[in-house]
C-alpha cells in the first residue's frame, strides 16, 4: 500500500513512506562533532544542513535524532518529509507537512488540513495562520502534558522550485512559534530570508566545510565501519584526494575491500591509482564495484536504474523477473546503495549518485535493451495513470506512436496545470512526418510554441502543417474516424472542431498584422465551428473580441467579453488561462479607475495560480506586478514592496517579454517611492535606475513599438522624479519628442509623461497644449486612471502659469474621478505645489454654500482631507511661490538638499558620502542648480538661495 485512504488531496494519495525517518545503524562513524552543533543550534528557528550529494546529510540527521534523547526531537517528537519533484505542488507540500507535524502532535493541523482540501482553499497564509495557531497553542494546553518543543526536518529541499512555496516557509519561519523547529536538508541554499535569520542569531547552518570527513573520521570509516587496514599515510592520501566526500570514501571502499579479498597487494596499487589525476576515478571504482557483483545482481542494478523509486513488483515488470521484492533486500544488506524508504522494506530507492552512474554503464553495456526496459516503465506507469511518466520513459525508448497516443489524449489535462515545458519537450522529440501528417499534434505543437517558447515564428509554421493537412483530408472527400491513428490526426471531436482551433490559433499568433475586419471574421468562422467543451480556445477568443472593442469603441463596452473569457477560462479548469483573463480583466478594471475591482482580480489571480505547476508559475509575474502597483497608488508600500519582489522573481523565469519589462518598471517606481525620506532617497534611486536599465537591455533587439514608447514614459517620469534631467534630455531625443508631435493610443502615456518633463524644464505653456490634446483622448476610451494623471499635470501646469482657476479646475475633475477609487500617490506624490493647490481646492469646496458662483466640480471634503493628511507637508507659502516662479526653472528636491548641504559647508566629496552617491553626479546637481539660480560659486549660490528662503 502506497498510502492510508485518509492521506489524500483532492483525492490523490499521500505516500507514507515520505514521512519514513531514515534509522541511524551502530557501527557507522559518529559525527558527535557535527551533533553538538546541532544541539547548540537546536532552540533556533532553524538549522539548515546545506551541501552537495553525497555529504551524508540524511545520515547526520538520522544519527542526531537517536544519539539525543534529551533534544527536543526526542522529548518532543519529530516529524519529517522526504522531498520530491511532486512537492513544487503546494497543495501536496503542505499536505505532506501537516500529516508529518501530526505524527508528532496529532491535534495540530486539522483545520488547516480542512481549508487545503476545500474547493477554493483560501491564501496560503490563511491557512499557515491556522496551523501556527494550532503550534502555538500546544504548550498552553494542560492536557498536552508536554513542555517540549518538537522538530520538523524537510530532507532534499532542493528538489524544490515553486516560488510559492518558499515565499510560505518564509512566512512559517517568521511566524514560528518557540514550540517548534525547523530543519532543512538540501544541496543548494534555499531562497529563504537566510541573512535576516543570521543576523536575528535565528539560524544554524551546515555546509559541505563542516560535513566532510576529517582525517580521523575517514580513518574510522575505512579501517572500522569498512574493515580495511590502511596505514595513515593511505587514509591521508584518500581523504585529501577525496576532499573529505563521503560517498567518494565509501565507493573507494567498497571497491579496496573486493580487491583485498583477491590480492593485498591491488589495495596498495589501487591507492596509488586513487592518488593519481584520472578524471574518470569514480567511473573506475564503480566498475569495480560492479563488474565484482554476480551476474544476477549486476544485471538487475542495470535494468532497473531508470526507475527513481523501487518496489518489488515494478520491478519485476521492468526486468521481467519475480524477486524483485527479494533482491532489494539483498542489496540493502550488502551496503550497495539502496536506502529504503519505509518500516516495511517495500519502498526504496538507489543513491542519486549512484543511480545516474548506473544509467550511464547500462547504456554503454545494454544499448539494446535500454528502450525495452522505457517501455515497460512507461506502461506501467500508463496503468497507474502517471501519464506524465509514462510519456517521459516512451520519448527515452523512443516510442514516437506512444509518446504521441499520450499526449493527445492527456494533453487538456497537462496544459490545464501549465506543463508547457514538459509538452513542448515530448512535441519536438516527435519526427517532423509525423507530426505534417497529423494536423491534431501540429496543433498541440504550434499551442505550446506560442504559449511557453513565445515563438510566433514556430507557431505559424506548425499551424500551417495543419492547415494543409486539414486541406488534404478535405480534398480526399472527408475523414474516416477508423484512419484516426490514436487520434493523433484529427481527433475525438471531428474536422469542424480541429478546422476551429487552427483559425484560432491563425489568429492568436497574426492578429497584430490583421486589419481589425479580418480579425472579426477569423473569430466568428473559429466560434462557430469551436465545440461549447472548447473553453480555452473559446475563452481566448472572447479576449480577442474584447480587444476589438476597445479599439472600436472604449474600455466599457468590452467588459462583457472579458467576463466570458473569464468565465470560459473557470469552465476548462486551465489554470494558466485563468490566471491571464483574470489579470487582464484586473488591469482593465485599474484602467478604468476601478482600483478595488481590479485589486479582487488580482488576487484571484494569485489564488487561481497556486496550484500551477513549477514550469508554469511565471504566470504569476504580472498579478504580482499589477497588484504591486494598485499597493502603490494606495500608499501601501509595504505590500507594494513585496509583490514587487515576487513578479520580479517570476519575471525571471518569463519566456516572454512583456512581463519582465513591466516588472522591472514597476519595481523602478516602488523603489523610488521607498525612499521618500532624505535618508534613504539616494540609495533607493539608485535601485529604481537600475531597474529601468535592466528592462531597456531586455527590451533592446524587439520590434514591437510599444515596448520602447512605454519605457520612454516609464524612464522620464523617474528621471523627472530624480532631478536627471540630462537622462531626460537624451530620452526626449532618442524619442524625436516634440509639442507637435501627434497624440493617439499607442503613445499617449508617452506623451503624458513629455508633458511632465516639460513642466520641470519650467515650459509650462508647452506642457499645458500637449495635455490638452491628451486629454480628450483618454477620456473617449474611458482610461480614466490616465485621465487622472493627465489632469493632475494639467493643474500643475496651470498653477506654475499663474492661473489659478483653471488649475483648480482641473485638480478638482481629478480628484472627482480619483475618489471611488480611492487613488492616492498620483495626488500625495507630486510636490508642495499640488499640495498647495490641493489646499485651495478644500478651501473653495467647503465654501461652495457661501459661494455657489465659484464652486468647482470635485471630490467630497472628506476625501480631499483624506488627501491633504497624506501629503504630510505644509502648504506652500506665498513667498515660496514668488520666490519659485522668479526662477527660470523651479530647483528639484535633490537640488535643494545638495544646496542646503553646501550651505553646512560641506565639500563635493563630503556631500557624495553623506548622500551614497558618486562624486559626478554631486557635481551635475551642482552645476543644474547654479544654471537654475544665476550663479557661479558656492557664495553666489548660498547667498541666492537665502535670498530667495529656498532653504
Not at 495513470?385 to 520513459?393: L, N
Not at 462583457?560 to 470560459?568: F, H, I, T
Not at 516602488?670 to 525612499?675: D, E, I, K, Q, R
Request: proline share 5%; glycine share 6%.
Amino acid at each position: 500500500m502506497l498510502a492510508s485512504p485518509q492521506h489524500t488531496v483532492a483525492g490523490n494519495p499521500l505516500l507514507e513512506t515520505k514521512l519514513y525517518i531514515p534509522k541511524w545503524r551502530p557501527g557507522l562513524v559518529s559525527r558527535q562533532r557535527l551533533i553538538e552543533r546541532m544541539q547548540q543550534g537546536i532552540e533556533r528557528k532553524l538549522i539548515l544542513v546545506s551541501a552537495p550529494a553525497g555529504f551524508g546529510k540524511t545520515t547526520l540527521l538520522a544519527e542526531w535524532f537517536a544519539a539525543t534523547p534529551a533534544s527536543p526531537a526526542r522529548a518532543g517528537g519529530a516529524g519529517w518529509v522526504s522531498l520530491d519533484q511532486s512537492d513544487n505542488d503546494p497543495a501536496f507540500f503542505w499536505a505532506y507537512f501537516i500529516k508529518a507535524l501530526q505524527k508528532v502532535r496529532s491535534e495540530v493541523g486539522e483545520s488547516a488540513l480542512s481549508l487545503l482540501h476545500s474547493p477554493q482553499p483560501p491564501p496560503i497564509e490563511s491557512v499557515l495562520t491556522n496551523l501556527i495557531n494550532d503550534i502555538n497553542a500546544i504548550e498552553q494546553d494542560p492536557s498536552t502534558g508536554s513542555g517540549h518543543g518538537f522538530v520538523l526536518i524537510l530532507d532534499d529541499y532542493h528538489v524544490i522550485d515553486a516560488q510559492s512555496v518558499h515565499s510560505a516557509i518564509a512566512f512559517l519561519l517568521d511566524h514560528l512559534p518557540p514550540q517548534m523547529h525547523l530543519i532543512i536538508a538540501s544541496r543548494s541554499d534555499p531562497p529563504l530570508p537566510l541573512a535576516r535569520l543570521r543576523a536575528r542569531g535565528e539560524s544554524t547552518e551546515l555546509r559541505a566545510a563542516d560535513l566532510r570527513f576529517t582525517f580521523d573520521e575517514a580513518a574510522a570509516f575505512l579501517n572500522e565501519v569498512m574493515g580495511l587496514d590502511l596505514s595513515a599515510t593511505d587514509v591521508a592520501a584518500l581523504e585529501t584526494r577525496t576532499e573529505g566526500w563521503i560517498t567518494g570514501l565509501q565507493l573507494a571502499a567498497l571497491s579496496m575491500s573486493q580487491t583485498a579479498r583477491q590480492a593485498r597487494d591491488d589495495v596498495a596499487g589501487f591507492i596509488t591509482a586513487f592518488t593519481g589525476n584520472d578524471r574518470y576515478i569514480v567511473d573506475y571504482l564503480v566498475e569495480e564495484v560492479l563488474q565484482r557483483q554476480p551476474e544476477r545482481v549486476r544485471s538487475f542494478l542495470l535494468q532497473t536504474s531508470t526507475l527513481d523509486r523501487l518496489s518489488g513488483p515494478l520491478c519485476d515488470a521492468v526486468t521481467g523477473r519475480e524477486d524483485g521484492k527479494r533482491m532489494l533486500e539483498a542489496l540493502e544488506r550488502g551496503n550497495l546503495f539502496v536506502v529504503p524508504l519505509d518500516d516495511k522494506r517495500q519502498w526504496y530507492r538507489y543513491h542519486h549518485l549512484f543511480a545516474d552512474v548506473l544509467r550511464a554503464h547500462a547504456m554503454e553495456e545494454q544499448p539494446d535493451q535500454i528502450p525495452t526496459l522505457h517501455r515497460r516503465a512507461a506502461a506501467w506507469f500508463e496503468e497507474r495513470g502517471m501519464a506524465a511518466e509514462a510519456i517521459e520513459q516512451a520519448r527515452a525508448a523512443g516510442d514516437h506512436e506512444t509518446v504521441a497516443r499520450l499526449l493527445v489524449a492527456n494533453f487538456e489535462e497537462l496544459e490545464r496545470i501549465g506543463r508547457y515545458a514538459s509538452i513542448s519537450r515530448w512535441s519536438a522529440s516527435l519526427p517532423e512526418e509525423m507530426v505534417r501528417k497529423r494536423p491534431r499534434l501540429a496543433l498541440i505543437h504550434a499551442s505550446v510554441a506560442l504559449a511557453f517558447d513565445n515563438n510566433n515564428q514556430a507557431a505559424r509554421r506548425l499551424t500551417s502543417w495543419a492547415e494543409e493537412a486539414i486541406n488534404k483530408i478535405e480534398d480526399g472527400g472527408g475523414f474516416d474516424p477508423s484512419n484516426d491513428v490514436n487520434g493523433t490526426v484529427v481527433g475525438s471531436e471531428g474536422l469542424d472542431a480541429l478546422k476551429g482551433e487552427m483559425l484560432a490559433m491563425k489568429l492568436f499568433h497574426s492578429a497584430r498584422k490583421l486589419p481589425p475586419e479580418e480579425i472579426a471574421a477569423l473569430a466568428g468562422q473559429a466560434l462557430k465551428l469551436l465545440p461549447p467543451s472548447k473553453h480555452r480556445l473559446r475563452g481566448m477568443l472572447q479576449m480577442i473580441d474584447a480587444g476589438m472593442q476597445m479599439v472600436r469603441s472604449d474600455l466599457r463596452s468590452a467588459l462583457p467579453n472579458l467576463e466570458r473569457s473569464v468565465d470560459e477560462a473557470r469552465r476548462a479548469q486551465n489554470l494558466p488561462l485563468l490566471v491571464g483573463m483574470l489579470t487582464h480583466r484586473g488591469q482593465v478594471y485599474v484602467v478604468m479607475g476601478r482600483l478595488e475591482d481590479g485589486r479582487r482580480s488580482f488576487e484571484e489571480a494569485l489564488l487561481a495560480g497556486q496550484n500551477l505547476s513549477a514550469e508554469a508559475n511565471w504566470e504569476l509575474c504580472s498579478p504580482h506586478t499589477s497588484l504591486a502597483e494598485v499597493l502603490l497608488e494606495r500608499a501601501d508600500l509595504a505590500g507594494a514592496t513585496d509583490h514587487v519582489a515576487r513578479a520580479l522573481e517570476f519575471a525571471s523565469k518569463s519566456p516572454t517579454r512583456s512581463p519582465v519589462l513591466y516588472a522591472r518598471a514597476a519595481a523602478a517606481q516602488v523603489f523610488l517611492a521607498a525612499g521618500d525620506t532624505k535618508s534613504q532617497m539616494a540609495r533607493f534611486e539608485t535601485a529604481a535606475i537600475e531597474q529601468l536599465e535592466q528592462a531597456q537591455a531586455f527590451v533592446r533587439g524587439s520590434s514591437d513599438s510599444r515596448y520602447f514608447s512605454f519605457l520612454s514614459s516609464m524612464k522620464l517620469k523617474i528621471y523627472c522624479r530624480t532631478g536627471d534631467l540630462e537622462a531626460a534630455a537624451d530620452v526626449v531625443r532618442d524619442r524625436n519628442l516634440s509639442p507637435d508631435v501627434a497624440v493617439d493610443r499607442n503613445n499617449e502615456e508617452e506623451m503624458t509623461a513629455f508633458a511632465r518633463y516639460l513642466i520641470v524644464r519650467g515650459n509650462y505653456s508647452e506642457a499645458e497644449q500637449v495635455l490638452s490634446r491628451v486629454l480628450p483622448l483618454v477620456r473617449s476610451i474611458g482610461r480614466v486612471q490616465h485621465e487622472i494623471h493627465v489632469l493632475v499635470l494639467e493643474a500643475l501646469a496651470n498653477e506654475l502659469l499663474g492661473e489659478r482657476a483653471l488649475a483648480l479646475e482641473s485638480l478638482g475633475r481629478a480628484t472627482f474621478l480619483g475618489e471611488p477609487g480611492r487613488f492616492n500617490r498620483t495626488f500625495t506624490s507630486e510636490g508642495p505645489a499640488v499640495a498647495g493647490l490641493m489646499e485651495a481646492l478644500a478651501d473653495a469646496v467647503q465654501s461652495r454654500p457661501s459661494r455657489p458662483g465659484g464652486t468647482v466640480e470635485a471630490g467630497s471634503p472628506s476625501y480631499l482631507t483624506y488627501l491633504l493628511g497624506e501629503m504630510r507637508v505644509r502648504p506652500v507659502t506665498t513667498s515660496t511661490q514668488s520666490a519659485a516662479a522668479g526662477l527660470v526653472e523651479p530647483l528639484t528636491a535633490r537640488e535643494v538638499e545638495i544646496l542646503r548641504l553646501i550651505a553646512a559647508g560641506m565639500r563635493n566629496q563630503e556631500i557624495a558620502n553623506h548622500l551614497f552617491i558618486s562624486l559626478h553626479t554631486v557635481k551635475r546637481h551642482i552645476a543644474n542648480a547654479y544654471g537654475k539660480l544665476g550663479v557661479s560659486h558656492r557664495t553666489e549660490a548660498v547667498a541666492r538661495v537665502n535670498e530667495l528662503k529656498l532653504l
